[in-house]
């Protein structure tokens, strides 16, 4: 480079840096008010949040004093392995045994014949129910796969199947968001292995496939072979506790794996998800001997959470069973008393079956920003929408404040 050159360059690079350091703002790690005043904002915004399906009234006060007064905050405690063989070291397998023990006959397991772990993530047991499904099938037949999904099916699942090169064909749903079965009868090759990925609350709608009607048509077709996995992150975690807890039930839906987000219902503060799946799945799967872990690691993760079993075996010994009970049944009857109020202003709005989602037209944007409403576009139902999820801290109280100011806008 010539020397004029290289002084242009110089030059440039250095007005290019000093620009660069007047448009970024340093973050002001030094200054504790940044996190007070995060810390106040969020506390404002999950006591309104209307939109999303996490619980915002968590109870885990009381297992962050029991950390302290251990000085388990100095712990790193790691959940590296599977559960259901033994390892001694600074772990917390042992809790995520007995909580996926204490939640097998809550979806129709044996315990003998049971085999799971806390996920990272309702996603994170979607990816364990497609890649354990896809092995299962392959190991069976020496085929790939074809996996079907309904359309309004979490984003995850598509985006898992691709992760996982597998192929995938999208069904179209009802206008409620409910995989067709005319669609998958037609898209079923019985030729190749299918895996099919239940949606048990679609994320938009909360729509729920009709599994019997389905596996009625799989029962026709026979395909050569068969895994059906269940995505019920949302409704996974409520139903057991409602008198419809058949609807999550193995022995009634013949699923062979199912996905649960632990901190949606179940009230985690931290991403958090149960995988369950058969014994006779886990046999399937590739074998990759670790050494150093002493066992076998059919799941994907190597290190894995250890506070999240901890806080839901936490939870369920201080009163979690009883309490689940009691929101279920209470997020459903406030769920269709918003129906009713809604029905009585003759506000357009929907609610699928089992479901504490209510999609409703789309009120302004002021009111969605509020709220924090989740929106979608549906052109069978009149195009933009907005969707309340009522979870356990979303009261009538709540909901009144919200009802009045979509009536004073509708009658503007
Ligand atoms: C929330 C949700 C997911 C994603 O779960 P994460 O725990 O957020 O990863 C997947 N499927 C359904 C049906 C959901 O509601």
Redo the contacts with the bound molecule.
């Keep these: 480079m010539k020397k004029a050159n290289f002084m242009k360059t110089l030059t440039l690079a250095l007005a290019l840096g000093l620009a660069a350091s007047t448009c970024y703002a340093k973050p002001a790690f030094n200054n504790e008010n940044v996190l007070n005043e995060y810390a106040k904002a969020t506390m404002q915004r999950k006591a309104v949040a209307l939109g999303y399906?996490c619980s915002q009234d968590l109870q885990l006060s009381g297992f962050y004093k029991w950390m302290l007064k251990h000085k388990l905050d100095t712990a790193m405690i790691n959940n590296a392995g599977d559960p259901f063989t033994e390892h001694s070291h600074v772990n917390a397998l042992k809790f995520e045994k007995d909580v996926l023990e204490y939640f097998a006959p809550k979806y129709g397991f044996a315990k003998e014949d049971m085999w799971g772990l806390i996920s990272?993530?309702?996603?994170?047991?979607?990816n364990h129910g497609i890649y354990f499904g896809a092995n299962y099938l392959k190991n069976l037949t020496k085929q790939n796969p074809i996996v079907y999904i309904s359309k309004e099916?979490?984003y995850?699942?598509m985006r898992l199947c691709d992760l996982q090169n597998l192929e995938f064909k999208m069904i179209d749903t009802d206008r409620y968001g409910r995989m067709l079965p005319e669609a998958f009868e037609q898209a079923l090759d019985p030729s190749r292995p299918a895996l099919v990925v239940y949606?048990?609350?679609?994320?938009f709608k909360g729509a729920m496939d009709d599994q019997a009607k389905l596996n009625a048509i799989i029962a026709k077709k026979k395909p050569v072979a068969v895994y059906k996995h269940v995505?019920?992150?949302?409704?996974g975690g409520y139903l057991p506790f409602t008198k419809m807890k058949s609807m999550v039930d193995k022995n009634v839906q013949n699923y062979d794996s199912i996905?649960v987000?632990?901190?949606?219902f179940l009230g985690l503060d931290e991403?958090a998800?149960l995988f369950l799946t058969t014994k006779e799945v886990l046999k399937k799967q590739k074998a990759f001997d670790i050494p150093y872990l002493n066992s076998e690691m059919p799941m994907i993760n190597c290190s894995r959470s250890a506070t999240a079993p901890l806080k839901l075996w936490w939870l369920i010994n201080h009163g979690a069973d009883e309490r689940w009970t009691q929101e279920a049944s209470e997020m459903l009857e406030i769920t269709e008393w918003l129906c009713n109020e809604l029905k009585s202003m003759n506000y357009p709005y929907f609610v699928g079956e089992a479901s504490n989602t209510v999609y409703m037209k789309r009120p302004s944007m002021a009111i969605v920003d509020k709220y924090g409403l989740a929106m979608d576009y549906d052109k069978r139902l009149g195009g933009d929408l907005a969707h309340i999820i009522v979870m356990q801290h979303v009261n009538k109280k709540l909901l009144q404040q919200f009802l009045k100011d979509l009536q004073a806008e509708v009658s503007k």
Excluded: R
């Design positions: 399906p990272f993530s309702g996603t994170d047991g979607n099916a979490h995850s699942n949606a048990m609350g679609t994320t995505d019920a992150a949302l409704f996905a987000s632990g901190h949606k991403p998800g």
